[in-house]
């Protein structure tokens, strides 16, 4: 005779980057071990990439998972995260001044879900020159991580594939248009201004974020620590 099977429940979130609200099912034991032993690995890849393959295997909707930003995965894992094993974690924090390991309960449903402002994507470089970029995609982010380059070459590379257009007062001329060489040309062109215009969009680009407020059990230190990234929150 076969064994019944469970009803799964299902709800909702919106995803932030596109304002899309999704359908999904917490995961499932089986998909908890694997994400645990991607934990362990202590490999950012091994984590991203399991958490990616999780999120695909309990969204119901037909959507491209790997085109999603950083924000984006982070949103929705903890949002399954939340629903799957309970609201609340209890994280294992050193305390700034004595080290001390403190254990903080983090609830994860007063996390606030990242904002977009999609006015900061235009650039403008000179009076007349701008640029309009988009959040680069956990697509993009993994493949220039991937093959070797260092930082500084994987940084202008997930740059230049974050380029959506370039425009003056007449002209506009669609990224997706231009090959790879002209857009780093471009890039290369600008002055130190400039660019850190551009990095400044990189660095500020929304995240799942939370201050954490605890005073140490050993010293009586008050601490504050900020959880900013998937990991933060599962270390």
């Known amino acids: 005779m076969a064994l019944p099977e469970l009803n799964t429940a299902r709800y909702k979130v919106e995803i932030p980057s596109t304002g899309q609200e999704v359908t999904y099912r917490p995961y499932l034991v089986k998909e908890e071990k694997i994400l645990m032993m991607a934990m362990e690995s202590s490999d950012n890849k091994v984590i991203l990439q399991t ?3 999780i999120i695909k295997s309990c969204i119901f909707d037909d959507i491209d998972v790997d085109g999603l930003t950083m924000f ?6 903890l949002a399954l995260r939340s629903k799957s094993v309970g609201e609340k974690i209890d994280l294992n924090m050193k305390c700034i001044k004595c080290d001390a390991k403190n254990e903080v309960l983090v609830d994860f449903d007063a996390i606030e879900r990242p904002v977009v ?7 403008m470089l000179t009076d007349t020159v701008g640029i309009v970029l988009k959040y680069p995609s956990v697509r993009d982010v993994d493949k220039f991580t991937s093959i ?4 500084v070459e994987s940084a202008m590379d997930v740059m230049i594939s974050s380029i959506d257009s370039i425009f003056d007062e007449e002209n506009v001329w669609p990224a997706e248009q231009e090959t790879a060489d002209s857009l780093k040309k471009f890039i290369d062109s600008l002055n130190s201004e400039q660019f850190t215009k551009l990095s400044q969009f990189f660095n500020e680009m929304p995240a799942l974020s939370t201050k954490i407020e605890f005073k140490c059990v050993s010293c009586e230190e008050d601490n504050v620590h900020e959880l900013r990234g998937l990991q933060s929150f599962f270390t």
Do not use: R
Request: charged letters at 45%; proline letters at 0%.
């Open 72 to 77: 984006d995965i982070e949103t929705l894992f």
């Open 148 to 151: 070797g380059k260092n930082e």
């Open 51 to 53: 958490t990616v393959d």
């Open 117 to 123: 402002n999609h006015d900061e994507k235009k650039i």
